[in-house]
């Protein structure tokens, strides 16, 4: 399984951006998904996740403000960021868990300025 995340860059306090992730291999659509970040010296925490029947939960932080969603028709998974702050500032990883394995996308670094 390879997870491919895209749609980083730089945007300004109270921007949108919309991250995806696409994953290869078959049988995506059975499988939770989730995003989570890595700001500059804190630990790599969850943002949202998705379950495979389309249930969300987000972390405190970004509640009403970032949408998961997901299209199994083309493996993808998305994260729809509005109302961006300065400490949304992180690279974004998505993430597949299928059983007891979990696989990685290799990150997109979103840069908030203030």
């Known amino acids: 399984v390879q997870l491919q995340a895209s749609g980083g860059g730089l945007v300004q306090a109270g921007g949108s951006l919309r991250l995806s992730c696409a994953s290869s291999?078959?049988?995506?659509?059975?499988?939770?998904m989730s995003w989570y970040r890595q700001a500059p010296g804190k630990e790599r925490e969850l943002v949202a996740r998705?379950?495979?029947?389309?249930?969300?939960t987000y972390a405190d932080p970004v509640k009403g403000r970032f949408t998961i969603s997901r299209d199994n028709a083309i493996n993808t998974v998305y994260l729809l960021m509005n109302s961006l702050k300065f400490e949304d500032t992180a690279v974004y990883y998505c993430?597949?868990?299928?059983?007891?394995?979990?696989?990685w996308g290799q990150g997109t670094l979103v840069t908030v300025s203030s």
């Open positions: 993430k597949s868990t299928r059983g007891r394995f979990e696989y």
């Open positions: 291999g078959s049988i995506f659509r059975i499988y939770p």
């Open positions: 998705i379950s495979s029947d389309g249930n969300t």
